[in-house]
């Protein structure tokens, strides 16, 4: 069985090629859109992912070594993201599905980051701590379904961080070496100041931490203090949401997604906190497969696949506020 | 930290818990540990303001009528708390068993005690299913107010009964709207049927926040960074 997947729901145009068979993930490529000022235009990352579609497209199968007719069918991530990036995407699958006659597959872009992360760190059923550009939540299976146990009050971790970093000049390009550009500033600070730390049950919020480091560098605090402070406030309050998560839902293994999945301090803190605890195994998602990418959405598709689950190309229709506990996952029910 | 006579019954994310007399009463004593991923500057400050502030919504909301253990003793360098202990079970662990009328009652009490509590401007903060005690006669009492603060903002209000709703959907998923719905009635009768629609319509707001939504996410952003300085 062999599944094309499609990613585009937000900066990421990404193609990945899944196979039932070790090595599982026969390909994956992708073309990322890096806006030159400000945040995501998504508008003009649409354009950018419409362009670099057919290239992207090719060198995937090239690289799984298959062509279009070896595909089973095709999955696409109708959801959530930004709409002109999910219709790019969305209209590209669709396309292929019907022109080649092969079944289509919705996927929830979410899920699939679970799911690439499972597979990658081979943990069964962890509390996953997903972290991005786009959002901030703690999940785990509960009664068949992937259900959101904490997330964000306001804006993403990711965003706090390139926000800020914007902001105040240090960005882009936001990260340097696989490393953000707020962590490398950190690095250099010395004294932690005093900024809103927010937890909420299992909730956190960013905003008010951002006004008031932005408001902390204009009055003259150091920019090497301020980024120690708001990555040390930042990194532990999801870390402590977390750490609720597990303790409320009482799972051995805690499992780390997403684009900011990448930041060392953060992994660090993620790993100190599953040692001090005892007995809590900690899956670290490899980069390829942390940030957004095609090979989430091929492996889910064939997740899907394998339970039948398929859609008439007239009724994908995109979802931009998805949420995870709304999809279905059949696999779930069964392990 | 053992000391003489002391059980330990808990260990949560932040807190460990021990059973053990203080001053001939049955009591709790809880004892916030330190966190090595925390900067340790950042720990101190968090562990001995959360002491501080479970002491005072404690004793806040015994002056007001809220069902919570009274306090015994406060050591906010220490993080250590020691409380009246609480004979029963969690609301959480006996959730499973119960439907239909019982469970109606249950949440109309709660909704009672938590519109109660808003209207004496105490925001618990943390209000979920685990942090609420059911005792052997069925009264209800809140327990973990280091999250809580004062406030009576409609927001405040609303993320309080968010938690309690997403820790209910997280766990009793077939469940929650039904409780939500007596939870809503109960919080109506004390603090007013218009205010309990405030809420439910805020909780409604709240939950379509921190989802991956362009033109929400832009307009947050600007505001926070532009207008609202
Ligand atoms: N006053 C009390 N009486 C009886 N049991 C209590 C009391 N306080 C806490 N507990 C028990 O200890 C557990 C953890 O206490 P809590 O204050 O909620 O700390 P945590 O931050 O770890 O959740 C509770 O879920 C409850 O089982
Ligand atoms: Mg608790």
């Known amino acids: 069985m062999i599944i094309l997947g499609i990613e585009s729901t937000a900066h990421t145009f990404g193609v990945g090629i899944a196979s039932d068979k070790p090595p599982y993930i026969l390909a994956n490529t992708y073309a990322r859109y890096v806006p030159e000022k400000g945040g995501i235009h998504p508008r003009e990352a649409s354009r950018f992912m419409a362009a670099n579609a057919p290239r992207v497209l090719s060198s995937a199968l090239r690289q799984a070594g298959v062509s279009i007719g070896d595909l089973d069918a095709i999955a696409v991530a109708l959801g959530p993201g930004l ?253 | 930290m053992v000391r003489g006579g002391l059980t330990l019954i808990h260990m949560g994310a932040e807190a460990k818990l021990y059973r053990g007399i203080y001053a001939g009463v049955e009591a709790v004593y809880k004892y916030r540990v330190p966190k090595k991923y925390r900067h340790p500057q950042l720990d101190a400050r968090i562990r001995a303001y959360r002491t501080l502030r479970e002491a005072r919504a404690l004793m806040d909301a015994g002056i007001n009528g809220i069902p919570a253990p009274a306090v015994l003793l406060v050591e906010p360098e220490e993080a250590l708390i020691v409380m009246e202990h609480v004979e029963g079970r969690l609301l959480g662990e006996i959730l499973e068993h119960v439907s239909g009328r019982r469970l109606e009652a249950l949440f109309r009490m709660l909704g009672r005690i938590v519109g109660r509590m808003h209207e004496a401007g105490l925001i618990h903060g943390d209000l979920t299913t685990s942090n609420i005690i059911v005792t052997k006669d069925g009264r209800l009492v809140l327990i973990d107010f280091g999250l809580s603060s004062k406030s009576r903002r409609l927001e405040d209000r609303g993320i309080d009964v968010h938690v309690l709703l997403r820790s209910l959907e997280s766990t009793v998923p077939e469940a929650a709207e039904h409780a939500y719905k007596s939870f809503l009635e109960g919080y109506g009768e004390e603090a007013g049927a218009s205010i309990a629609e405030e809420i439910a319509e805020k909780v409604r707001e709240i939950r379509m926040r921190g989802r991956y939504v362009a033109e929400r996410r832009q307009s947050s952003l600007e505001a926070v960074l532009h207008n609202r300085e």
Not at chain 1, 102 to 118: C, F, M, S, Y
Not at chain 1, 152 to 173: K, Q, Y
Not at chain 1, 248 to 272: C, Q
Request: with cysteine.
């Open chain 1, 83 to 335: 709409g002109p990036c999910l219709r790019t995407g969305a209209t590209i699958a669709r396309a292929l599905a019907a022109y080649y006659g092969k079944p289509l597959i919705p996927v929830n872009h979410i899920i699939a980051h679970i799911e690439i992360g499972r597979l990658a760190t081979g943990l069964r059923d962890p509390l996953v701590l997903f972290v991005s550009g786009g959002n901030t939540m703690i999940l785990a299976s509960a009664k068949g379904r992937y259900r959101v146990f904490g997330e964000t009050l306001d804006i993403s971790l990711g965003n706090l961080l390139d926000t800020f970093a914007r902001e105040v000049g240090i960005a882009p390009p936001y990260v340097v070496k696989g490393r953000h550009q707020v962590d490398i500033c950190a690095e250099r600070g010395e004294r932690l100041l005093d900024l809103p730390y927010i937890v909420k049950g299992q909730d956190v919020s960013f905003s008010g931490l951002l006004t008031a480091a932005i408001r902390a560098l204009r009055a003259g605090g150091k920019l090497e203090d301020v980024c120690l402070t708001l990555r040390e406030i930042a990194y532990s309050s999801v870390v402590e949401a977390a750490e609720r998560g597990l303790a409320h839902t009482r799972k051995s293994s805690i499992m780390l997604v997403g684009g900011v999945a990448a930041s060392p301090p953060l992994r660090d803190k993620v790993r100190m906190m599953a040692e001090e605890r005892g007995d809590v195994r900690v899956g670290l998602t490899p980069p390829e497969y942390s940030g957004d990418n095609g090979a989430m959405i091929a492996w889910t598709g064939l997740l899907y696949y394998r339970h039948g689950v398929t859609i008439d190309v007239e009724k994908a229709f995109i979802r931009q506020r998805w949420r995870p506990e709304e999809a279905d996952t059949p696999w779930l029910e069964e392990d």
